[in-house]
């Protein structure tokens, strides 16, 4: 039987590439998604996957959503956390609301959605967790100290869990994208665009399928061994120690 794979903010940009691949993997697909009805309806078409819609910055609400899943196509083996919204703003006009949003769909949507998860993957001695960072978690970017904070502390979130899962057959690990080439990048002004591909040595825009393709390894068995890690793919924009 398919190892069932929940992938939040699963039907549009990165989140979509990554549920495609997985599906292409073997894996059954469940992709969340917040809002955004037209692209879960394009996306449960084209990919053949099943698309649920819920607030992953809710615990009640992802319970409701997980037990549906659970009820379709099984208990949630690989859990991606790719939810994420961006609330730009320099630090003295941020708003406690811009704050806050960020926090909650970026960083405490992994607790609500992989603590829910969690014991059903401790007690089948398999399971994967892959959190989707930033490349501005790990060197920060002005206007994001919201957006930088909350990847930080998916890293953090990952190598601590990574201890406590690695004796149950767990593994957490965090993929930290560049700027990759999606609807969110593509918004950005032309020469914002072109000052920031000037910034990257490999002289491009990462590709969505590039970060999926990061995502099926360590969801994979061969990488049994790789936990607790954080997987830089950012075209050497930013070379972590």
Excluded at 129 to 146: D, E, L, R, T, Y
Excluded at 159 to 177: D, F, H, S, Y
Excluded at 178 to 197: F, H, N, R, S
């Amino acid at each position: 039987m398919a190892k069932v794979a929940l992938v939040t903010g699963g039907t549009r940009g990165i989140g979509r590439a990554i549920s495609e691949t997985l599906k292409a993997k073997g894996f059954a697909v469940a992709a969340n998604f917040a809002g955004n009805q037209q692209a879960a309806d394009e996306c449960a078409k084209e990919l053949g996957i099943k698309c649920y819609k819920f607030d992953v910055a809710d615990y009640d609400a992802v319970g409701a959503g997980l037990a549906e899943i659970e009820k379709d196509l099984g208990p949630v083996d690989v859990v991606v956390n790719n939810a994420g919204v961006t609330r730009d703003a320099p630090f003295h006009k941020m708003t406690r609301e811009q704050w806050q949003q960020v926090m909650d769909i970026d960083l405490t949507s992994a607790f609500n959605v992989t603590r829910q998860v969690w014991e059903g993957m401790r007690e089948r001695g398999w399971g994967r967790v892959i959190n989707i960072s930033s490349i501005n978690g790990q060197k920060g970017q002005f206007g994001q100290a919201n957006y930088s904070a909350a990847k930080a502390g998916l890293i953090g979130f990952s190598k601590a869990l990574a201890q406590e899962g690695a004796k149950k057959g767990i593994t957490v690990n965090t993929v930290c994208p560049g700027y990759i080439d999606t609807e969110m990048v593509q918004a950005v002004p032309e020469k914002v665009l072109e000052g920031i591909i000037a910034t990257i040595p490999v002289g491009r825009l990462g590709k969505a399928e590039e970060i999926a393709s990061m995502c099926a390894y360590l969801a994979s068995d061969e990488a049994a061994f790789i936990t607790g890690a954080t997987m830089t793919v950012n075209g050497a924009q930013y070379i972590a120690s």
